[in-house]
């Protein structure tokens, strides 16, 4: 059996496809239950802006976390914490003890152990199949599909399931997920120790480290403008299948199912692409790439017609985080590994929270249609700095341009 067939990557990735289903399944219980409650778009946006700002606040110290504790501990402690903080959601419901702010602030706990998971996730895949670069994206790809194909399950099931027991009691699959992603791993990912001077590391040294690249601060000025308007893309979504398409649940499971659908198709395509072109080419090229079929939202089709453009959207979406990922995980001193990624996921989603804000105003100034549209200009746009740098990066000082898995530069040298 291969290293990226083996045990430990297969229950990495059945873990998040089972938590992920959860998941999707709690975003389109959350996007109908707050707009049917308390019949505003903006308060949604509220719940998903604010309740994610600890995702992209605390993965700077995540990383130190880490760094002490080992990435397979560290998810399996954030998935299982996640377990009790969804499952409160719909018991207090229940009990008509759940106000408004009190569900933000389940939320935003829920996005404090996120903060941790991710960054860990992605360490641990390097730890388990090394450092060679196409196939750290292969397995990266694997991840990214489970994330995105999940909706292929989640959303249509939520759909049946909101309608025969209500949004609120969805939750509770939701929080049994995380405890069986939780059970998964810790059982099947072997523990391995943390690598020894990653704690001598500062907790700003993955930030200086990124500093300290051209690369890596150009992506990260890109993402945070196209996380911006991508979580205020995804914000819209089951707003205008809510008010477009006869306040239908399943058309908003269709809807979601299309992009993972999409996902599914598109992720055997990412090693082949990075091989072929290397991870910054591939990644830069999906970038502009996945802005181009969110435009043809905003011409007026069936729900057939809006399903399809959501599976090209979704097809292109694999070629996009994890040929990142791969670079950041192979091109910094293993030392480093954990701070830089860690501050990196906090860097780069710092705007999310700011996405679903903006959408309930936006949609109630122009339309759930138009904001479509805006989000994918501003995709675009956003995409397009770190799309020219890497079309010219011949730079000869830029380590993290450089580096490949065989000699792996200095952080003292990273100048």
């Excluded at 099931?157 to 791993?185: E, H, K, R, S």
Aim: charged residues 10%.
């Amino acid at each position: 059996m291969s290293r990226v067939s083996s045990t430990p990557i297969r229950a990495i990735v059945a873990a998040e496809v089972v938590s992920s289903i959860g998941s999707s399944m709690t975003v389109l219980a959350l996007a109908w239950f707050v707009p049917a409650t308390t019949g505003s778009a903006t308060k949604l946006g509220l719940v998903l802006g604010i309740g994610s700002t600890p995702f992209v606040t605390l993965p700077l110290p995540a990383g130190s976390l880490i760094a002490r504790i080992g990435a397979r501990q560290t998810m399996v402690i954030a998935d299982a914490a996640r377990l009790p903080l969804l499952a409160a959601i719909p018991a207090l419901y229940s009990l008509a003890a759940l106000s408004f702010p009190l569900l933000v602030v389940l939320v935003a706990l829920t996005n404090v152990c996120m903060a941790a998971h991710m960054p860990a996730q992605r360490l641990v895949l390097a730890e388990v199949v090394g450092e060679e670069e196409s196939v750290v994206a292969r397995v990266n790809a694997y991840l990214d599909g489970a994330q995105t194909t999940a909706p292929l399950v989640g959303p249509a099931l939520a759909g049946v399931l909101i309608a025969a027991l209500g949004a609120p009691n969805v939750l509770y699959v939701d929080a049994a997920t995380f405890g069986v992603a939780a059970i998964a791993v810790g059982l099947l990912v072997p523990r391995r120790k943390p690598v020894a001077e990653a704690e001598e590391h500062g907790l700003l040294a993955g930030v200086g480290y990124i500093l300290r690249s051209r690369l890596l601060v150009v992506l990260c000025v890109s993402m945070l403008t196209m996380e911006f308007f991508f979580t205020l893309f995804m914000t819209t979504l089951p707003v205008f299948a809510y008010s477009d398409y006869d306040q239908n649940a399943h058309i908003a499971g269709v809807f979601y199912a299309a992009m993972g659908a999409g996902a599914l198709l598109g992720m055997p395509v990412v090693p082949v692409a990075v091989r072929r072109s290397g991870a910054l080419h591939v990644a830069a090229a999906g970038f502009v790439l996945a802005s181009i079929p969110k435009f043809m939202l905003g011409f007026p089709l069936p729900a057939a017609g809006v399903a399809a453009v959501l599976v090209i959207q979704g097809f292109v979406g694999p070629l996009t985080g994890a040929p990142i990922f791969a670079v950041i995980a192979t091109r910094t001193p293993a030392a480093l590994r954990s701070l830089v990624l860690s501050a990196a996921v906090g860097v780069m989603f710092l705007t999310g929270p700011f996405g679903p804000i903006a959408a309930g105003p936006l949609i109630s100034a122009v339309g759930a249609r138009m904001a479509l549209v805006i989000g994918a200009a501003g995709y675009l746009v956003g995409s397009a700095p770190f799309a020219i740098y890497v079309a010219r990066s011949r730079s000869r000082d830029d380590p993290i341009v450089l580096a490949s898995d065989a000699e792996l530069p200095d952080a003292s040298s990273s100048l």
